[in-house]
């Protein structure tokens, strides 16, 4: 299997305070994905970045993808209260579909 | 916006008892997979089905879980007996293809085991 590990383990900013969440893995990938949790629901699908691609866009999210350094990061620009929650990263390899996730970056953003 | 289907949002049981999670895929999607998130944590796939049958059930723990997807729509998982680390988020994806693509996640029942 394939596992993202998200750094920081937690991350409390002010609103407006660009929050940068990082993930690293192991092994080569097909695609990387980022999801957000709020507490005591499921998962929302943010963005997808394929191996071929360094930069992706969507709204106020950036993320970046650095296969030579098995490394991903996600900007969440201008964050607001609301974008209090976790984030997980979930690399995908070639030979499979499973997802696995790591233990997630929770992000506290205070009004 | 089509959404996956959990229920009951929330249960709580005694341990030794029986306990049944259903989820209903996004229409069309072929792939169902059912994960376990324990507080804190990220979510740990138990089982991942392609339409009917079962493609990946090496993490469930087969002398208490089980997982079936009879006509490849919808999905029941079980647990019988339930025991106190059972107690998580049970949260149920699906995808339209199996492939390296999108899973769309349902909101997941809490269990709580007594």
């Known amino acids: 299997s394939q596992q993202g590990e998200e750094d920081p383990q937690a991350l409390s900013i002010q609103e407006g305070e660009n929050a940068t969440m990082n993930c690293s893995y192991k092994?080569?990938?097909?695609?990387l994905q980022w999801y957000r949790q709020n507490s005591g629901r499921g998962l929302v699908h943010l963005i997808l970045i394929r191996s071929n691609e360094r930069e992706k866009h969507s709204g106020r999210l950036r993320v970046t993808l650095d296969t030579s350094k098995k490394s991903s990061s996600l900007l969440i620009t201008a964050p607001r209260a609301a974008d209090t929650a976790s984030y997980f990263c979930a690399p995908l390899n070639n030979a499979g579909n499973m997802l696995t996730f790591g233990g997630g970056t929770r992000l506290m953003v205070k009004p | 916006e089509a959404e996956v289907a959990q229920s009951p949002r929330y249960k709580i049981t005694e341990k030794s008892q029986a306990v049944a999670f259903w989820c209903d895929p996004i229409s069309g999607h072929a792939t169902l997979y059912w994960y376990r998130q324990i507080l804190g944590q990220g979510p740990e796939l138990l089982v991942q089905f392609q339409d009917e049958s079962v493609v990946d059930d090496s993490q469930l723990p087969k002398d208490r879980f089980s997982a079936e997807r009879l006509k490849g729509v919808d999905s029941t998982l079980k647990i019988q007996p339930a025991e106190l680390g059972d107690s998580a988020m049970y949260l149920c994806?699906?995808?339209?293809?199996?492939?390296?693509?999108?899973?769309?996640f349902g909101p997941g029942t809490r269990l709580t085991v007594l």
């Open positions: 092994t080569s990938i097909n695609n």
């Open positions: 994806a699906s995808s339209s293809w199996g492939g390296p693509d999108t899973q769309y």
